[in-house]
C-alpha cells in the first residue's frame, strides 16, 4: 500500500522559468537511467524478492523513494514552464534573442501533449519504456544493475548540474546527488554481502556444468594487446586469468540445409 503525503521529499522551484532547463531534466525523468528506471526496478526486485527480508526492505525503500524523486523533477519541470508562450512570438524573440535560443530548444510535446507539464519521455521525446527495467529474481544480478544505473544517473545529474546557473534547480540537484551517493554505497554493501554468501558469478551453481577450461582466458580479438595485462592476475573468484593471443575458430564450417524455396519467392 502507498500513502501519498502533499509535501516534497525535498525542494523543487527553480529561481525562474527556462524551458530548455526543462527538456533538459526530462532525462532524469524518462530517460533509460531516469528516475522511473530506478523507482520500477528497485519495486519489483522488492516484490519478487522472496530472501531475506532486509534486502527486500532495502529495494522497497528506496523504490518508493524514487517515486518522491519521481514528483520532484515532475515539479521542478512544470514550474520551468511556467510562463512559456504557446506560439512564436517574433517581435519579443527579436527583442530578447536569449529568449528565443531557449524557446527554440524547448521540447513541444511539453505544450502539444501534455499542456506544459511533465511527461515520462527523454528529451527528445521518446517515451520511457519497462525494457529499462530490471528484476531478474538474481539478487546479486540485481544488485549489481542497481549500482550501474544508480552510477549513470549521478554522472547524468552532475551533467546536469553544470548546464544551469538556476540556484533553485542546483539546490535539487544537490539533493539528488547525496541521494544517489547513498544508494550507490548501499547497494555495493548488499552485493558484496551477498556475493560473500552466493558467490561472484551469476549464477553461482553451473561451474561443473560449463567448459571450465574457457572460463579464464583472455582473447585477443582485437589489434591491441592491452588485455594481456591481466594474465596471471587473480580474478574475484581466486582462480588466474590466462591469455590466448590468437584464438582458433572450434566450430567448424556451418551446413545447414536451404530452407523451402517457396519461403524465398526464388523458386527460378
Known amino acids: 500500500m502507498f500513502k501519498h503525503t502533499r509535501k516534497l521529499q525535498y525542494n523543487a522551484k527553480p529561481d525562474r522559468p527556462d524551458p530548455l532547463m ?20 528497485y519495486l519489483s526486485q522488492g516484490w519478487s524478492s522472496t530472501g531475506d527480508e532486509k534486502y527486500k526492505d532495502l529495494l522497497l525503500d528506496t523504490g518508493t523513494e524514487e517515486i518522491a524523486h519521481v514528483e520532484m523533477i515532475s515539479t521542478m519541470i512544470a514550474y520551468l514552464l511556467e510562463g512559456a508562450p504557446f506560439s512564436e512570438q517574433d517581435a519579443a524573440y527579436e527583442k530578447d534573442p536569449a529568449l528565443a535560443s531557449v524557446m527554440a530548444g524547448m521540447d513541444p510535446e511539453h505544450a502539444l501533449v501534455h499542456g506544459m507539464t511533465a511527461s ?8 520511457w519504456n519497462a525494457g529499462y527495467a530490471t528484476s531478474s529474481g538474481n539478487l546479486v544480478a540485481d544488485m549489481r544493475f542497481n549500482v550501474t544505473r544508480e552510477s549513470e544517473a549521478r554522472l547524468q545529474v552532475s551533467r546536469l548540474y553544470y548546464m544551469t546557473e538556476d540556484e533553485g534547480i542546483r539546490d535539487m540537484l544537490k539533493f539528488l546527488l547525496a541521494r ?32 571450465q577450461e574457457f572460463s ?23 582462480e588466474k586469468f590466462t591469455y590466448q593471443e590468437n584464438p582458433e575458430a572450434m566450430g567448424g564450417v556451418p551446413k545447414t540445409k536451404p530452407a523451402d524455396k517457396r519461403l524465398h519467392n526464388d523458386q527460378g
Do not use: C
Not at 191 to 201: A, P
Not at 221 to 235: C, H, N, P
Open 22 to 41: 526543462a527538456r533538459r531534466l526530462q532525462e532524469s525523468l524518462g530517460g533509460q537511467w531516469g528516475e522511473v528506471t530506478g523507482m520500477m526496478s
Open 120 to 127: 515520462l519521455n527523454n528529451p527528445n521525446g521518446f517515451g
Open 180 to 211: 544517489e551517493t547513498q544508494h550507490q554505497l548501499q547497494f555495493m554493501k548488499a552485493q558484496e554481502e551477498l556475493e560473500d554468501k552466493y558467490g561472484v558469478i551469476v549464477p553461482g551453481d553451473m561451474k561443473d556444468i560449463e567448459h
Open 216 to 238: 579464464h582466458v583472455l582473447m585477443n580479438f582485437s589489434d591491441g594487446e592491452g588485455s594481456k595485462a591481466f594474465e596471471g592476475q587473480v580474478a574475484k573468484d581466486g
